[in-house]
């Protein structure tokens, strides 16, 4: 069982940037894949940005060149950066876990741990 932990949301005006942070404990992989995912209010959970055990990433096309994925191992903590935001990105944030190293920004069903979230307000 993997528990996780998100900390680092807020409310920024758009331009601004915040740094989201995911504290991972538990069973450990030697294999996996972990994730950021939204979801504002009326709307469907959606994936952010991914990144596996081989340093792989994968982001939304919304976010790309403004978000950016990181993960330390010595610190079991996974982050995103945020860049440049926009009100649109208001939304819940989510960081989730896979225990396979093939997965995907769709397919939120493959995740088997999620934190409580975060919340990322971004005004005009």
């Known amino acids: 069982q993997v528990q996780l932990v998100e900390s680092g949301g807020g409310s920024v005006q758009a331009g601004g940037s915040l740094r989201l942070s995911c504290g991972a404990s538990g069973a450990t992989y030697s294999s996996y894949c972990m994730g950021w995912f939204r979801q504002a209010p009326g709307k469907e959970r959606e994936g952010v940005a991914i990144i596996n055990t081989f340093g792989i990433t994968v982001y939304t096309n919304s976010v790309k060149d403004r978000f950016t994925i990181s993960q330390d191992n010595a610190k079991n903590t996974l982050y995103l950066q945020m860049n440049s935001l926009k009100p649109e990105d208001t939304a819940m944030y989510y960081c989730?876990?896979?225990?396979?190293?093939?997965?995907?920004?769709?397919?939120?069903?493959?995740?088997?741990?999620w934190g409580q979230g975060t919340q990322v307000t971004v005004s005009a």
């Open positions: 989730a876990f896979r225990s396979d190293a093939y997965c995907s920004l769709l397919r939120l069903y493959d995740y088997s741990a």
